[in-house]
């Protein structure tokens, strides 16, 4: 599978070039910057330590997503609806791992999911959307007698808070519970992600975590995903992909 990175200066850009090139079948063809950047021009392997790869860091997306089969862009929202626009011309696999979308990005991202398959995660580590859908089936079977609160603890340089996988845990519960569920964000050092649920009732109090240790683990969800998105049609999430929608 011939692979763009995007936004490859950013610490996941760097974790998925690394993952495209320790696996099998999959080779990196283009890497995109914005402009302004001091990666650009230099050669994507050399820029995340592991050696020249023959290809260069680039601002020309339109040029790039029409050699590829697949992009994996953990980017912006202004970012990734346009790159969806380019990947649906290119009719090529779009990843999207891009937090704090709104209404309008979703709709966009939908009319170009017409023409090539997207697939899109808060958090692309399978683990966490097992926890989401655990979680979910909690809050169904639970009554009023527990409090819910969600806790997620992320590096200090994240952008938003609450993170995407927060918000997406509390709207799935709010979903199957009918209530609002609050989100502490605590954002210090550079932990990965850590997100935990608590129920807490009177008498016992439940607990789910997940704790990724290594932002591999994303870069590793991200290409699962792309290759399970080849030969289908839509938008698709991370539940699609592990059967628990």
């Known amino acids: 599978m011939k692979i763009a990175v995007m936004g490859v200066a950013g610490r996941m ?9 320790e696996t099998s079948g999959c080779t990196i063809v283009g890497a995109i ?11 994507v392997g050399v820029l995340v330590g592991i050696g020249a790869l023959g290809v260069p860091v680039t601002t020309d997306a339109i040029d790039v997503i029409a050699r590829c ?14 790159f969806a626009g380019l990947a649906a011309n290119a009719r090529a696999v779009h990843v999207i791992g891009t937090t704090g979308l709104s209404e309008a990005d979703e709709l966009q991202i ?16 399978l683990g966490v959307n097992l926890l989401v859908a655990l979680t979910r089936r909690v809050a169904e079977a639970l009554d009023e007698d527990f409090d819910i609160e969600i806790v997620e603890m992320h590096h200090k340089d994240k952008v938003d808070a609450p993170s ?13 519970g009918g209530r609002a569920i609050p989100i502490t964000s605590i954002r210090t050092g550079s932990v990965p992600g850590t997100h935990e649920v608590v129920f807490d009732a009177a008498f016992e109090q439940i607990r789910l975590e997940h704790v990724a240790r290594d932002r591999r683990v994303f870069a590793a969800g991200a290409l699962t995903a792309a290759r399970w998105l080849v030969g289908r049609h839509g938008v698709f999430t991370l539940d ?4 628990t929608i």
């Open 110 to 125: 939908a009319a170009a999911a017409r023409h090539a398959p997207i697939i899109k995660a808060g958090n692309m580590s």
């Open 240 to 243: 699609h992909l592990l059967g």
């Open 13 to 21: 850009g760097h974790e998925l070039v690394r993952a495209v090139k």
């Open 69 to 82: 089969e697949a992009i994996l862009d953990f980017t912006s929202p202004k970012s990734t609806v346009e």
């Open 33 to 43: 910057e914005k402009p302004g950047s001091p990666a650009l021009g230099v050669d």
């Open 164 to 176: 995407g996988t927060a918000k997406m845990i509390a709207d799935r519960m709010a979903a199957a």
